[in-house]
Structures are given as structure tokens and as C-alpha cells.
């Protein structure tokens, strides 16, 4: 098993520095490392998400206007393994010729990095199914990306709430897919969800490795 992933605690963090920002797949750094990377809308918690699993708080820049991260931006985790905060989709009051750009830096890196081991698409839990989160979920099984489902901010309301919404989404992709993805619940808030995603990169990391 990795150094750093032994012997966790739900407080203790991860030996995770952050390495270098990429606008391209071209641009990426070459490894050999499996990846972790975070998705979805901007403002979702992916960087808050990406700090809460490393235990580190400063380390990815979480921002409270949206729109803000526009690169690939690359963090390791010992000498196993990476995280990586992509930039969010769907962020309206972006120019169209940004937009365009974004989708090719993400479809770019999440179709050609071979060494990435699963994308977590993050899903704001307070929220009954979103078309533009849906359509994103049939892209990535479409593209046959390894991902799970990460519904975040749960501490935001309350967990029936949390049930029904993934209930709700599963649903939806049950009409297209006969195999529903793993699906984690977290909070940024209250570090729940840690050790539970931890666990799953351990395994992912420590079993088959990158399945591409
Ligand atoms: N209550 C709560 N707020 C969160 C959580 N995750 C993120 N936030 C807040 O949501 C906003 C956007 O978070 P950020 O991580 O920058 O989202 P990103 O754009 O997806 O990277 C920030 O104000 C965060 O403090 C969470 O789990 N619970
Ligand atoms: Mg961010």
C-alpha cells in the first residue's frame, strides 16, 4: 500500500504539494502516476474537496465567485499518486470562445491522459437532477472515462434530502446505463465522506491500477 495513504485518520493529512498548472493535455506533465481528478460545475466544492481529502486547506484555491480556476492544476500526493482540480463546466457568464476552450482543455485531458484512474464528477447534493450535470455523467460513460459520482456540500441540507436527490439521479442515469457508478457523499464543512473516498483511491491505487 502507498505510504501515504496508510494509516490514515479522518485528521491526518496527506503529503500532497502542488506541483504544476497546465492549460492543455499537450501541457500536462508527463507521469506514470495514477491520477484522482475533480469535475463538475463551477462553485460545486471541487477545490474545497481536493484541500478536505489532502487535509490541507490552502492548497487548491477555493473561490467564492465562480469561474475562477482556468487551468489544469496538478498536486502529488507522496510519489504515488496525483490529484487534480480541473476547471468547472457550465459557468454561464463566460464568453462562448472561453467556453469552447475549457470543453477542449477537459475533454482533451479527460479522453488522452492514460494514466488517470478515475474523474470524480462532483454533484451539488441540494439539487433534484441538472441537465447540464446529467449530460455531462452520459459524455464521461459515453467516453468510457473511469468515474464515481461525488455529491458534495451535504452538510447543506439534510440527509433525506441528500438520499432523494441521488436516488433521483441515479434514476436518470438508469435510463440510459445498466450499471450505476460508485457514489460518495461529502462536505468540504464537515469532512464527512473523507476516509470513505480515501479508501476507494487506496484501493484503486493498490489493485488493478489505471484501467484504460
Ligand atoms: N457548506 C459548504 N460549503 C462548501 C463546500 N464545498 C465548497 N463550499 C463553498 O462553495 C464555494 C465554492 O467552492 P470551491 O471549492 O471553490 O468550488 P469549485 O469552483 O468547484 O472549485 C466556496 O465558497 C466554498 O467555501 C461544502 O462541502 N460545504
Ligand atoms: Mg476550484
Redesign the pocket.
Known sequence: MPIALKNQTPMSALSAKFQTSAPSLETCPISLLPEFA?I??????????L??LAGAKGL?????T?G??QLINFFAVGTTWSLV?LP?YGYARTAKTERDRFQQMIAGYLCGRKNLACVFV?IDARHEPQAIDVDFVKWVVDERVPFALVF?????VSPARVKANIELFQAKIGTWSEELPRVFT?????RSGRMELLGFIRDTVGGAGVKR
Not at 487548491?60 to 467564492?64: E, L
Not at 461529502?186 to 464537515?190: F, K, R
Request: aromatic share 2%; net charge positive.
Open positions: 475533480f463538475g460545475r463551477s462553485n460545486v466544492g471541487k477545490s474545497s474537496l484541500n478536505m487548491a484555491k477555493v473561490s467564492a465562480p475562477h480556476t482540480d468547472g462532483l458534495s456540500k451535504a452538510d447543506k461529502t462536505s468540504a464543512e464537515t
